[in-house]
């Protein structure tokens, strides 16, 4: 679905991007059509711009590198992660030398104890932790399940990275960090305190790094249910691109919608510099 019909002319009055990562400029190791083009129409035109990913899996340095293999030189400040907003959310509510005991991968645990998981501001606890912190692991095993159900029930408070149920591989769409957030919710019988999107942690983040007003900022996604419904809620402007996990046809019968959609990034490159 393209929007060429749509009013694009909203699009000049955007001075910053906020944008999604996965489904949007890749799908796995695989660049999606455009992805050059795009940035180097953002520089060129001087829009400010954060990168804002759900995904717990990769550091900010991690995803540095792997957009730098696709062409792109993003630096790791402009990219917010949901394991960097965790921690800046645990600093303002958790006392220095808090014990948390984690779920998730290695990218998450460097981001919360450095790499020392004893000697940072935090440190791994799986006997009496204050928090319980859980992304996505691609490599769960039931004992780490059974463990944060039974610190939860103890008392543990319950933190998610983010509520995704999928995201988009090269393969297709995979379980995501709320598919085990769903599973330790249901046998822990706690919800989770969201860090990602579509709560307003990481939106609120990057509007405070670039110094942006909300009328002059756009939210690009893929996904309706976190990228764009997060945006929208704190009134945001919004773009889907249908490239991930929201499909053309599921967006077409979908009664929440975006500003403006296009079928991927090339089409909104050509839609933005057309008003500029």
Same mark, same amino acid.
């Given at each position: 679905? @393209? ?6 002319? !909203?699009?000049?009055?955007?001075? *910053?991007?906020?944008? @999604?990562? @996965? ?21 060129? %035109?001087? #829009? ?10 990769? !550091? ?12 792109? @030189?993003?630096?790791?400040?402009? /990219? ?19 014990? /948390? ?20 501001? *935090?440190? +791994? ?5 204050? +928090? ?41 769409? #995979?379980?995501? %960090? ?14 989770? *305190? ?11 983040? %990057?509007?405070?790094?670039? $110094? ?15 990228? /764009? ?6 009134? /945001? ?6 490239? $991930?996990? !929201? ?5 077409? %019968? ?7 959609? *296009?079928? $991927? ?12």
């Amino acid at each position: 679905m @393209d929007t060429t019909h749509q009013n694009q002319n !909203t699009l000049a009055r955007f001075r *910053f991007a906020l944008m @999604d990562m @996965d489904g949007v400029l890749y799908r796995g190791n695989q660049s999606l059509p455009g992805l050059v083009e795009f940035f180097d129409f953002l520089e060129h %035109a001087g #829009i400010g711009y954060r990168l804002l990913t759900n995904n717990a899996s990769m !550091t900010s340095d991690d995803y540095h590198h792997k957009l730098l293999k696709m062409g792109v @030189d993003v630096p790791p400040e402009k /990219i917010i992660t949901s394991p960097l907003a965790t921690i800046l959310h645990l600093r303002k509510i958790a006392p220095e030398g808090a014990g /948390i005991y984690v779920i998730g991968m290695a990218a998450l645990r460097r981001t919360l104890f450095g790499e020392n998981e004893q000697n940072g501001l *935090f440190y +791994f606890d799986d006997k009496t932790p204050r +928090f319980v912190v859980q992304g996505a692991d691609f490599n769960l095993v039931y004992e780490s399940l059974r463990k944060a159900t039974l610190l939860i029930r103890a008392g543990a408070t319950y933190i998610a990275t983010n509520a995704d149920p999928v995201f988009p591989s090269e393969e297709g769409l #995979i379980p995501g %960090a709320g598919s085990v957030a769903a599973l330790l919710q249901t046998a822990s019988g706690q919800r989770p *305190f969201i860090i990602g999107k579509p709560e307003p942690i990481m939106y609120e983040l %990057a509007l405070e790094q670039l $110094g942006a007003q909300k009328h002059e900022t756009v939210m690009i996604g893929d996904n309706l249910v976190t990228d /764009i419904e997060g945006a929208l809620r704190l009134d /945001i402007p919004t773009i889907i691109t249908l490239s $991930g996990v !929201t499909s053309p046809v599921e967006y077409a %019968a979908s009664l929440l919608k975006a500003d403006l959609s *296009f079928n $991927g990034l090339p089409e909104l490159t050509a839609a933005w510099q057309s008003v500029l």
